[in-house]
């Protein structure tokens, strides 16, 4: 059984630095790639980045958000700088194996529950 649990969200300020966390649990996390999603009310979810041997984020992020892992941990991290309003939304972590990179929804075999961030 393949479980994953975001952590770090909340209401924050608009330029706050918060950093959101997903543990796996049932695998390991270095064997997939591990991508980080949001979904604003009335959008489509978005991939905003994911990482395995590589990194990426997405143009929307840029220079803002940073994705890190720790193997030993099974954990995978979102570091997130300068918070704006437009980035509130809930906040999904995912695995997938095969490619990386900003791989669409469909790709990924396992989602956490979410974790939702709030900026004023």
């Known amino acids: 059984h393949v479980q994953l649990v975001e952590s770090g969200g909340g209401s924050v300020q608009a330029g706050g630095s918060p950093r959101l966390s997903c543990a796996a649990s049932g695998y390991t996390l270095s064997s997939y790639c591990m991508g980080w999603f949001r979904q604003a009310p009335g959008k489509e979810r978005e991939a905003v980045a994911s990482?395995?041997?590589?990194?990426y984020v997405s143009d929307s992020v840029m220079l803002r958000f940073t994705v890190s892992r720790d193997n030993t941990k099974n954990k995978v991290y979102l570091q997130m700088i300068n918070l704006r309003p437009e980035d509130t939304a809930m906040y999904y972590c995912?695995?997938?194996?095969?490619?990386?990179?900003?791989?669409?929804?469909?790709?990924?075999?396992?989602w956490g529950q979410g974790t939702q961030v709030t900026v004023s």
């Open positions: 995912a695995a997938k194996r095969g490619p990386c990179g900003l791989r669409p929804v469909y790709e990924y075999n396992y």
């Open positions: 990482i395995h041997l590589n990194s």
